[in-house]
């Protein structure tokens, strides 16, 4: 169960329009993930429009809606049209006591009562007890036996603070899925990173499901994130999830994009750094063989390696990065590139990919004309204003003149570019942008880095002028042509 749309949209800061949960929810479709829980119905009446437009798209998942035990959250869902509740009681004494001022017994039946009602309103539910690494281990399975009897079609085990551990988490789920008779789901959150490890652990000892989040949002620190538990079933316990891994890159990126929390560059497997390499001596060895500095191919979730270039980079690192360029140059012309991005990484500067294809094409004599060229741009911006720029490129001889607005001059004038090549790179999307002033000062050198990405390749480009929107532009235009003629 992916719980992107519900816990992960409680990541502090984070609420998502109707349309943007559409997306979401389509896409964890496309990934092949059995239940989405898109939601909690009770919470207002746009949430309760996007939880209907999910459950009405003819996705092949099942539509879940989060419950309390309250029987107006059930008709709420009822509503929506889902296709089953993820009901959730609170099973911990501080639970019980502190937050409901109830007694367990009371708890107990209000839960099998609740789920009464919404078996006979024809929902599956899945019963799960909040805080139940916390509970008495007792009370907890006489309260999912009383939702067994009730009609329970699942139960989950929430370990909401994040405190078990992988050997217990085993141990748990070994007892409860040999004493139970209805199958029991995991929820784990990443309080001490162990959300992936526990995860995995309370699979092993019998856990049917687990609930994960896209990028391991949620609550705090985050709940099980999907591409961990996903790759190292797949990958280090060769178990067939029945994912389709290689769309979990671009997943990945979607939903940062749309909830506008950013990854982590040191994050396993989507973070910007996790297929990324740099010092000379790990590049050479994966000239020899990829696996030698590589824990598993990058492709397999639909992502490509990155070789960064700079101050560490060894001559391997240049022919590997010129190799993935699918640029040939001699071992005299490979030498010369190797000195001048040396030069480049001595100043301090960084070296996009945009500037050793420049350098490349420099040494081997190759340069191409640009197929995207700016030929002018004009900004208007004040306080009184809405930022609005028009530009004029060419595109292979034809001119194309476009306008756009944005939040500032910056935004605006990229607006305007991407609307303007829309005919020839519509799928490019920027996924970083990074201003540097270099020397300090309103007068310094401003360094713009980005990085833009299509169809799953990501790459980098930089621009560096004395002024913020020219550079930002040559960024763009430097990427945006690498990006297309490799098309
Ligand atoms: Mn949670």
Redesign the pocket.
Known sequence: MDTTLR?GEQTPGVALTREKKLLIARALDELGIPIIEAGSAITSKGEREAIKAIAKDGLSAEICSYCRIVKADVDYALKCDVDSIHLVAPVSDLHIRTKLKKSRDEVRQIAADVTEYAKAHGLSVELSGEDSSRADPEFLKALYSDGIEAGADRLCY?D?VGLLVPEKATEIFKELSTSLKAPISV?C?NDFGFATANTVAALAGGAKQAHVTINGL??RSG?ASLEEVVMSLEWLYKYDTGISCKQIYRTSRLVSRLTGIPVAPNKALVGGNAFTHEAGIHVHGLLADKATYEPMSPELIGRQRQIVLGKHAGRSSVALALKEMGLEAGEAQTEEIFKRVKQMGDQGKFVSDSDLQTIAENVLNTYSKPLVKLEEFTIVSGNRVTPTASVKLSIKEREIIQAGIGNGPVDAVINAIRRAVRSCAEDISLEEYHVDAITGGTDALVEVRMKLSKNGRTISSSGARTDIITASVEALMNGMNRLVRED
């Open positions: 816990d929430c909401t929820h959150h949620g609550e709940n």
